[in-house]
Each structure stands twice: as structure tokens, then as C-alpha cells.
């Protein structure tokens, strides 16, 4: 869950301003940049427990599972987000 925080960014400039601050994190989507909150216990939990058992399925497989830390841009829909769980199968392309 997420609180909007401001409108009118370009992506270049909420990507500055999220190296800026490092702790806390703010998804951007389609101009608008939105605070994220904490998650819950169980939440977190859970994403654990589908990271590991992502991890145990990819083992002999060229593929990584990352958690929540792993900020995403995704081109097509103008968002930049940190999804709870990526599974990446490729060599990762990094935006700058």
C-alpha cells in the first residue's frame, strides 16, 4: 500500500531524488511519485517463504529471486517499483 506524495516528476528526477533519500521508499508511476509504507509481519512472511521456495526451483536454472530491495523500471507502463519478490533470468540491465 502506498500514500500519493507528489505529481509531475519525469522518471529521471524521482530516480535522483530516491538516491537521495535511502530511507524511505517511493514507487513512481506514469509522473506521479507515491510514499510506500511498511509492510506487516505476515506480509513479509509470506514473501519470504515464496522467495525460498522460488530460490529452491531456480537452483539449476540461470536465475536469480531478489526481494523487495531491487527497485524495478518498467518501460512500458512509465513505473519504477520495488515488486515484493523479481525473478530474473537474464543478465540484468540497469537503467543508467
Known amino acids: 500500500m502506498s500514500l500519493k506524495t507528489k ?19 517511493h514507487e513512481y508511476v506514469d509522473d506521479e ?19 525460498s521456495e522460488l530460490r529452491a526451483k531456480l537452483k ?3 536465475c536469480h529471486a531478489l526481494l523487495s530491495d531491487m527497485r524495478v523500471r518498467i518501460q512500458a507502463a512509465n513505473a519504477g517499483t ?5 525473478v530474473l533470468c537474464e543478465a540484468p540491465r540497469f537503467y543508467d
Open 60 to 62: 539449476d536454472r540461470p
Open 33 to 51: 511519485v507515491f510514499a510506500m509504507m511498511g509492510a506487516s509481519f505476515n506480509h513479509n512472511l509470506i514473501v519470504l517463504n515464496l522467495g
Open 7 to 25: 505529481s509531475g516528476y519525469q522518471f529521471e528526477d524521482y530516480l535522483a531524488t530516491e538516491r537521495a533519500q535511502a530511507q524511505v521508499k
Open 82 to 86: 520495488y515488486p515484493d519478490l523479481v
